[in-house]
């Protein structure tokens, strides 16, 4: 079964699109939920319909082709590989499950704030979907627009500092990045992604080309030095735009890893791996042992994050089969559980309307339903088998030592020190006396609530249990990225 | 006759007068008299052009310049008046509602 | 002898450039004016520009100057001599910046130009009758946008001239 | 003689409705018709004018090349000119219709020299001779003086117009003189005869070095910028949309056609120097941007700034330059006219110039008006380049001809100036979103047809015109000339 020319693909970046505009319509605050939240549905069944159409390949599929813009080749081009389907998958499936979560406790300006909750989730499949370099930037910075409002506007109380330092970060990532897709065009004669990988640019321009970009996806994954800007994004964003930046923000940057820099600056990408691993692992171990040190359970989890997307840079620095998988695997797992966690800190906060793990303890005697979940959350985040974490940092962790074993080592470190910090989480809020009269008025986790996580952790486990439904997916695109970033070092060893 | 060479330099020192003047000086109707002096060096100039290249559009260009040059101190002045009326000062640092 | 006439009166108009830079009162200034521009009227005659040469007195000196000598006695009383500016810095850079301009243009002038005289127009080149000629015919647009400029030079005069008046008063 | 007539239809109809208006006041006067309903009948005349002359305007596009007597040219640079000439002063007519009546009785007299500035604008862009050039230039330097001046209730006003006028006659002296220099490196004034006989050497290079001087003071350009800022914060808001948006695009229109006949002075020369200026003016506008209070002042800055970014298109120099430099004119159009008329509901009719509405005076007003806070945050983000917005656009376009022509760390300069720009344009919406409303918030009330017809021009402009311009764009190159390969 052929899929190409479906616009399956446009159905899944527009329906958002389509369902926010409806929604400026619309004035009772019930029907903005319902909308919203049916639209999410609806767009999240759309895009389970690429695992029913899937083609066994690694190539791209489920193309669209549209010229935009003629004159400069500009083209409205559409696609979707192993690396991204599950990014995909994923966007639409936290979309639902951030409106369901903010059903109750987004009280003023609903109407604006899912509105930009579709368009982000929008911005963000056009990030993963589009195969045009220009396409690409413009969804890119748009994802920026919608996030700096719901950070800037339902955020904490230093939200305008952290909205601002999101925006202008990011946004200077980029300028580099847009002047150097425009140098690619006339170099290599396209934005088209397919186009350039065939096109075999010059060592030089492929430098300058790698350091742009590599520089733009640094601050969004984040790259150790360039990560200052999370901490504050994520402490400081409402709940559900802490889940979408952790679950499906940040993976924009190891997405744009994986889809550009290495199969289009093959030689730069061999030149520069080892800053990049060098880089991962230092996050890997300070983001953990700055989560160790945190007061705020917020911010634990958003350092955890740093250290989290450390492992994945590793497995993508480990340029080989293990590792590449492993970081695509990672990135989808990361933003389950990472969003879970996100959501049951927002769910606790609403409760306590504070993050302090001082304020809390021995919650498992109080709420056993939202303890049981946390610790669950907390075991597939820390990685133990049989959950999805265990999958992922395992198999990237086999990729890294084929790579450098070194790398290995430092990055085993980090997961006995993720394994710590989370501990000592779910030690101070769920173990120990229930001294805080506070707490002893919890209620347990709502119906609501309950089906807000569920879907996580059913997928926790199925990634864990059942990971070759994924890696079968994955590899194949996987294979040939390697092809792509191997095939020239090769050639340079060849007589 | 007059070489062409020595009326362009001395238009051209005209010319660099009335522009100093501009910048050196800060009564606005001072200021406003180096400009004219600036459009008068270039008149010169074009006079001097036209015989040199025996046609009349200098001449031309010089009789619409004077059209222009009547029309700005019309305005000017209008405009100086209209200050004067609210402050009595036509000393350009003096007016510094606005950052110079 | 020309050349010697063109040197005094060349001499005489930078004299009156400088004095309008220097006078310290405007009014001498506007008189200074009226040197420089009733010398340059004379050059007209020379250069065979009959024509601009009386529009030049009748518009510069009979028109522009007047003008500027009656605005000033009208607000004359409140401004007397204004001081030259007041930021030394700046004048300094004005006069370099002017010098730097001024050698340029006349080392360019000289190197460009080739030596020898101009050649000269018929003696009538100038006249009213060679003038209206080519403006009524080879530049009749810029002649009628000039016009169109006259316009909105009257309505500005209109707009600014009128007494300003509260709203509501009138 | 080739009088082609038709080809000037639109200035003529322009100039002609300016009479009508002041006709039409003399006989309201004369049957004492009430102010504010004469305010109105003038705006709709001066509609019906900018309507018509832009009707005709499309319908000339795609015809042959024609010109009077060498002096005014039809092409379709100058077309598309006009087009954005009449679109900025559409959008400000909408602007003033009811913004008038708070400070003046005089619309007449502003409706007419409004006019006569866009019919001089409308020369200018295709004026192919100098003097033709230098009294269109006056036609609207001159219009605009005045215009600055209007609001005669207040001091700044008048300053601004003194200062406006004192540098703008200064530079109309550079210009002369350039244009002097022309006329004495090749005997004509005629644009084409000057590129025909191409002669190099001193005379044409300072010739050109001379009317840049008096293009940059027109253009705001840094170092020759000083009028600017309180120029546009002393005049009329509507009047500041219109002449920072229409100002620039005729002058740039005329500055292309002048660099076209200059065809003696190289690429490498000219290039530099417009590269330079391109950098100067865009560190600049945004740098001073970003330490003002004034929303207006900042609005002010900033479009200096963009005439900074339009200068990298002319650096370029390529089909593909000039195509960027004028698509960027129409998006500009759309949004900074836009934004204008905003700041221009934000301020208190008492408010005089010098202490108009600050960035303050939009906290909250999301709370208040979402649908204008929604509507400023579209333009000011168009303004910082983000996607999928005009601006973005405009500036990609801007960019690919500089990487195109070699330029490659001025489109680097020019991103970076625009992350620097977002800072202070979110500046505002910080204000706008983030705050609740204060004392300060003022907003007039109520939103007069007319401006919110205005905003919503402007805002589905913005929005729209980057992604479905496409076609036009590949329409606009086969007519727009390159300067590089002159």
Known sequence: ????????????????????????????????????????????????????????????????????????????????????????????????????????????????????????????????????????????????????????????????????????????????????????????????????????????????????????????????PFHTWLPDAHVQAPTAGSVILAGVLLKMGTYG????????????????????????????????????????????????????????????????????????????????????????????????????????????????????????????????????GFIGEFTILVGAFQANRLW???????????????????????????????????????????????????????????????????????????????????????? | MVPTAYVLVLSAVLFTIGAVGVLVRRNALIIFMCVEMMLNAVNLSLVALSNQWGNLTGQIFVFIVMAVAAVEVAIGLAIVMAIVRHKDTTNVDEINLLKW | MTLLLFTVLA???????????????????????????????????????????????????????VLFLFVIMLIGGQIGPVTVGGRRYARLLALVLGAAFLLLVVLGLGAALPPGEAPLGAPQAGSVQA???????????????????????????????????????? | MNLHLAIIVPELIIVATALVVMLADLTGRAVSAPPRWRGQLMAGLTMVGLIVAALLTLVQIGLPVQDIQNLLIGDELSRYLNLIVLLAAILSVLMAWDYLVHFTRMMAEFYALFLLAVAGMMFMGKAVELMTLFVSL???????????????????????????????????????????????????????????????????????????IGFGFKLAAVPFHMWAPDAYQGAPTPVTGFMSVATKAAAFIALLRVLLATISVPY??????????????????????????????????????????????????????????????????????????????LEKPEFSAAQDADISATRGLFGRKPLLAVAMTLFLLSLAGMPPLAGFFGKMYLFIAAVDSGWVWLAVAGAINSV????????????????????????????????????????????????LASPWLTSLSRSVVALAAR
């Not at chain 1, 192993?82 to 409106?99: C, Q």
């Not at chain 4, 950098?279 to 200096?304: C, E, F, V």
Request: aromatic share 14%; glycine share 8%; charged share 10%.
């Open chain 3, 131 to 170: 003038v209206g000629q080519e403006l009524y015919t080879t530049y009749l647009i810029p002649f009628e946008l000039a016009s169109i400029l006259l316009l909105v030079g009257m309505l500005g005069g209109v707009v600014l001239a009128r007494r300003y008046r509260e709203l509501g008063k009138d």
């Open chain 4, 138 to 212: 006056e036609i609207l330097s001159v219009a605009l003086y005045v215009l600055t001046g209007f609001h005669r209730g207040q001091l700044a006003g008048g300053e601004a117009a003194l200062k406006y006028f004192l540098l703008g006659a200064f530079s109309s002296g550079f210009f002369l003189y350039g244009a002097t220099l022309l006329y004495a490196a090749t005997g004509t004034t005629y644009l084409s005869e000057i590129a025909a006989l191409a002669p190099g050497g001193f005379f044409t290079i300072a010739g050109l070095a001379l009317l840049l």
């Open chain 4, 420 to 467: 620097i720009s977002a800072y202070y344009y979110l500046r505002v919406t910080v204000s706008m979103y983030m705050y609740e409303p204060s004392e300060e918030t003022f907003v007039r009330l109520p939103l007069q047809m007319p401006v919110s017809l205005a905003i919503s021009i402007a805002v589905a402009g913005t929005v729209l015109f980057g992604i």
């Open chain 4, 268 to 345: 490498e020369v000219w290039s530099w120097a417009i590269a330079i200026l391109a950098l100067l003016t865009m560190t600049w506008g945004n740098l001073a941007a970003l330490r003002q209070r004034s929303l207006k002042r900042m609005l002010a800055y900033s479009s200096i700034a963009h005439a900074g970014y339009i200068f990298i298109g002319v650096a370029a120099g390529s089909q593909a330059g000039m195509n960027a430099v004028l698509f960027y004119l129409f998006a500009y159009a759309f949004m900074n006219v836009g934004a204008f008329a905003v700041a221009a509901q």
């Open chain 3, 11 to 65: 001499l005489i108009a930078l004299v009156g450039a400088v004095g309008v830079v220097m006078s310290r009162n405007a009014v001498y200034s506007a008189l200074f004016l009226l040197v420089n521009f009733a010398t340059i009227a004379v050059m007209y005659f020379m250069l065979s520009a009959q024509f601009l040469g009386v529009v030049q007195v009748i518009i510069y000196a009979g028109a522009i100057v």
């Open chain 1, 257 to 388: 890893y994986l889809r550009f820099c290495l199969p289009l600056f093959p030689d730069a990408t061999h030149r520069f791996v080892p800053w990049i691993a060098g880089l991962a692992i230092i996050g890997i171990i300070y983001g953990a042992l700055v989560a160790l040190v945190q007061k705020d359970v917020k911010s634990l989890v958003a350092y955890s994050s740093i250290a989290h997307l450390g492992f994945v840079m590793l497995g993508v620095a480990s340029l080989n089969q293990q590792g590449l998988s492993g970081a695509v695997l990672q990135s989808i797992n990361h933003g389950l559980s990472t969003g879970a966690l996100f959501l049951m800190v927002g769910m606790i906060y609403d409760r306590r309307h504070t993050r302090l793990l001082s304020e809390f303890g021995g919650l498992w005697k109080q709420i056993p339903v939202f303890s049981a979940f946390f610790v669950v959350v907390v075991m597939a985040s820390v990685g133990l088998p049989g959950l999805n």
């Open chain 1, 1 to 224: 079964m052929d899929n190409s020319g479906s616009i399956l693909l446009s159905l899944i970046i527009w329906i958002p699109f389509l369902g926010a505009l409806i929604l400026l319509f619309l004035h009772s605050d019930r029907r903005l939920k319902q909308v919203a939240l049916g639209t999410t549905l609806v767009d999240f069944l759309v895009s389970l319909l690429l695992l029913v159409r899937w083609q066994p390949t690694g190539e791209m599929q489920f193309q669209e082709f549209f010229a935009w813009v003629p004159r400069f080749g500009i083209n409205y081009h559409l696609g979707v590989d192993g690396i991204s389907l599950f990014l995909v998958l994923l966007t639409t499936l936290l979309g639902p499950i951030v409106i369901l979560f903010s059903w109750n406790n987004i009280r003023e300006n609903l109407k604006a704030y899912l509105v930009l909750m579709l368009a982000q989730q929008a911005a963000m499949l056009g990030v993963f979907l589009a195969l045009d370099l220009v396409l690409f930037f413009v969804f890119w910075e748009f994802t920026l627009i919608p996030m700096y409002f719901l950070i800037g506007r339902w955020g904490g109380r230093n939200r305008i500092y952290a909205a601002l330092k999101f925006f202008l970060y990011t946004m200077a990532g980029s300028a580099l990045m847009l002047v150097v897709i425009f140098l690619l065009y006339f170099r290599a004669g396209s934005f088209d992604w397919l186009e350039l990988r065939q096109a075999s640019l010059d060592p030089g321009l492929q430098t300058i080309a790698f350091l742009a970009f590599a520089l733009a996806f640094a601050i969004k994954v984040p790259l150790f």
């Open chain 1, 408 to 495: 290995a080592v430092l990055g085993t470190l980090g997961v006995i020190l993720a394994a710590w910090y989370l501990l000592t989480a779910v030690r101070g809020m769920l173990h120990g006396p229930l001294d805080n009269p506070e707490n002893q008025k919890l209620t347990d986790l709502s119906r609501r609530e309950i089906w807000v996580l569920a879907p996580l952790v059913i997928l926790f486990f199925l990634i864990g249990l059942f990971p070759n439904l994924f890696f079968d997916k994955i590899n194949p695109s996987v294979d040939l990225l390697i092809r792509d970033v191997q095939g020239p070092a090769l050639a340079l060893l060849l007589p």
